[in-house]
């Protein structure tokens, strides 16, 4: 069983940033696929970026240029990067583990952009 910890969300400024930060509870971390989506009210949930295993990264087009995934196997840690905040960056957060046929996920963490 994987256990995944988001952090750092908040309330920001339109052109403002914040650092998320997804823990995991798992000695073979460096062997998942590290995912972060996001949910907005009263919309599905959408795919933001991706880790591989082997460092790979991508993004989805409306962050492309203004997020940048990362992560550190040392500390079991993924993060999101955002810069250039806008008003639709607001949602819940969330990252997923993906690896040896399973997936999960953490309970989310808000970020809300004002304008």
């Known amino acids: 069983q994987v256990q995944l910890v988001e952090s750092g969300g908040g309330l920001v400024q339109a052109g403002g940033s914040l650092r998320l930060s997804c823990a995991a509870s798992?000695?073979?971390?460096?062997?998942?696929?590290m995912t972060w989506y996001r949910q907005a009210p009263g919309k599905q949930r959408e795919f933001v970026a991706i880790?591989?295993?082997?460092?790979?990264?991508n993004y989805a087009d409306s962050v492309k240029g203004r997020f940048t995934i990362s992560r550190d196997n040392a500390k079991n840690t993924v993060y999101l990067q955002m810069n250039s905040l806008k008003p639709e960056d607001t949602a819940v957060y969330s990252c997923?583990?993906?690896?040896?046929?399973?997936?999960?996920w953490g309970q989310g963490t808000q970020v809300t952009v004002s304008s």
């Open positions: 880790i591989t295993s082997g460092g790979s990264t």
């Open positions: 798992v000695r073979t971390f460096s062997s998942y696929s």
């Open positions: 997923a583990a993906t690896g040896w046929g399973n997936q999960y």
